[in-house]
């Protein structure tokens, strides 16, 4: 869709929002927000769900197996002058979790914990550092029932060594092309001197193979993804360079690396995340501000990484820091960080279909994170984004799983009722989101979906409904772009809401 559709759909919404905002131009240079965009109670999302009954986590990371929507989590942890890593199991999205492994114990405090999880054929794999500092160590788990299995080779666990015992792990990311080929894991990592290691293994995760990638100037911020219907490049990596850029990498099939954007970060960033999906990648990071310590821009690539464009994704005047993006499986891109300071600090998302404007941020996470952990966002299918993420108070530690559909409107599609509501999300969308609505009153509910014009384009639903929260998944994805409307009519009451279809 061009630049003209786009811009007359935006003015629209704002027109029959009843107000105006000042926009954003789009160009190579990054821009800023007039004000941070406000988050209305009603619009956040619901109650978390606690994962474990641990506290003091480090470190978090999420995955899903795409055929059955099993969620595997990991938290690294400290008990009792301990580092531990504990993993749980989700087979409802999130809904609940089952401690399953508890594969590493230290004892002591480790330096510098960190994990990275991901899936590859039937089974969870987990990376991590340990005591000894060169090495990353695998595990495995099934995605059936998230047992922790031994390898092929009955090993129950693979030491891979990353560099040599001079130096010592700073960061990891494992990856793999699960949502596609689902034939190879691949391992970033950056050591202590600097170096960019990458390192792949077909689904057996015995067998490690180390590409060269010339980096020496890595310093701190990695993640990496991987790129279903990649024309030039199968993975990218993000992270920012002792002179404090932001760089960003391509690896075609065969592991060869292309530098292909860098911008300046900043020396107060410490993290960026990145995302890909056929021809769009994106970037997120910490930028350094002059009123605050940091807040988020992002980068976007329209022609398979090739060229860059880097625009402010909140405002310059309030701090915002730890973002992760999920840009996977056609679901869009969903972006999560955190926003404010001290104990107003809470985590936002926002969604786009790939291009065009975003979503406004809503607040998910009902306790106060702290400003040094990244959480793991994940898309789960079917418009549905997952979050888990580490709280500061008032719990030190705990780790939380908070989901988009869990609104004010419904938690965990139950609630009780006091008048008729309606909620869409995510809004806008590519024309597939939900639409959560709840009545007071048994009886005849129709649900319509009109268009600008006011003309009928559906009726979703007329039928008897029992008093309550429901949900209906809508998949209108032939409709054109534009601003639609859905229409909720029940026990003589009319509800209307806008929607957005963005392609």
Known sequence: MNNKKICAIMFSIMFLSGFFVTARAESNEPTEYDQPHPVPL???????????????????????????????????????????????????????WIYKANPFVANGILPNPKLSLTTTGNHYYLAANS?????????????????????????????LVVTNPVDTIKEIALVSDHD??????????????????????????????????????????????????????????????NNDYLQIDGFDYYGNRTGLSTIFAGPNSRFTSIGAYHDTAITVYERSGYAVAYYIQYGASYNGGNTWFYYNLTDTTTAACCPDVAARDNGGEGIAYAYGTSGSRRFRYTWRDYYGSWSTPVQFGDYQPPNN???????????????????????????????????????????????????????PSNGITNIYFSIKKTGNVKLSL??????????????????????????????????????????GATISKIMTIIR
């Open 180 to 241: 596609f080929d689902d034939q190879y894991q691949n391992l970033f990592a950056i050591t202590k001197n600097g170096s960019l290691k990458y390192f792949y293994s077909d689904t057996a995760g015995v067998n490690w193979y180390e590409i060269s990638t010339g980096v020496t100037n890595a310093s701190r911020g990695l993640d990496a993804c991987t790129n279903e219907g990649y024309s030039n490049y199968y993975a990218f990596a993000s992270y920012i360079k």
């Open 131 to 159: 005591w000894t500092p060169h090495v990353v160590r695998f595990f495995r788990f099934r995605v059936s029932d998230g047992a922790q299995v031994n390898f092929n080779n009955g090993a129950q666990y693979i030491d």
């Open 450 to 491: 009109y268009d600008i014009s006011g003309r009928l384009v559906r009726n979703i639903i007329n039928e008897i409904k029992l008093s309550g929260s429901h949900i209906i998944n809508l998949n209108e994805k032939e409709l054109p772009s534009g601003i639609y409307f859905v229409r909720l009519e029940s026990s």
């Open 373 to 427: 952990i990244k959480p793991a966002i994940e898309y789960l299918g079917n418009g549905l984004y997952g979050c888990i993420y580490v709280s500061y108070s008032p719990i030190y530690g705990a780790a939380y799983f908070d989901r988009n559909d869990w609104t004010g409107i419904a938690e965990n599609e139950t609630y009780s009722a006091k008048s008729d509501k309606i909620k869409i999300s995510p809004n």
């Open 42 to 96: 009603d619009d956040r999302w619901g109650n978390d769900v606690r994962i474990g009954d641990i506290d003091s986590v480090c470190c978090v990371s999420l995955d899903i197996h795409r055929p059955t929507s099993h969620i595997m989590a990991a938290c690294y942890y400290y008990f009792s002058n301990q580092t531990s890593i504990n993993m749980y199991f989700s087979t409802n999205r999130g809904a609940s």
